[in-house]
């Protein structure tokens, strides 16, 4: 008998449980758009409830030998980093490799300059 009461309130406690919240640490994705064609290319963005935002494109594109294809992508994104400061990012990769750009990337010293 103790068990069947028991057993009852645990159900009445998940049935009066808020349906529409979300679970802590989850993100709400609030725009998404992804698109492809049958050549290779596409192209992909989304925005977070967080602020994040992400764009990536790509396309095949003839190699520089020209007897193959090479995925050419190009992308950035931007979000917001556990001290509140926005990170924000470009890139390219292609047959030259990855680049990528950003005001927190570190970057090499300029061999040129003066000491």
Do not use: C
Not at 22 to 44: C, R, S, W
């Amino acid at each position: 008998m103790k068990f069947a009461i028991v057993l009852a309130a645990l159900a009445a406690v998940a049935v009066a449980r808020p349906q529409n919240q979300l679970t802590p640490g989850v993100v709400p994705i609030l725009d998404y758009q992804e698109t492809h064609d049958e050549f290779g290319q596409f192209a992909l963005s989304y925005l977070t409830g967080d602020g994040t935002q992400v764009s990536e494109q790509g396309a095949l594109v003839p190699n520089s030998k020209e007897d193959g294809f090479v995925l050419v992508k190009k992308g950035s994104f931007k979000y917001y980093a556990p001290d509140g400061q926005l990170v924000e990012e470009t890139w390219t990769a292609d047959g030259n490799g990855f680049h990528a750009q950003g005001s927190h990337l570190p970057v090499a010293p300029d061999p040129n300059a003066a000491s």
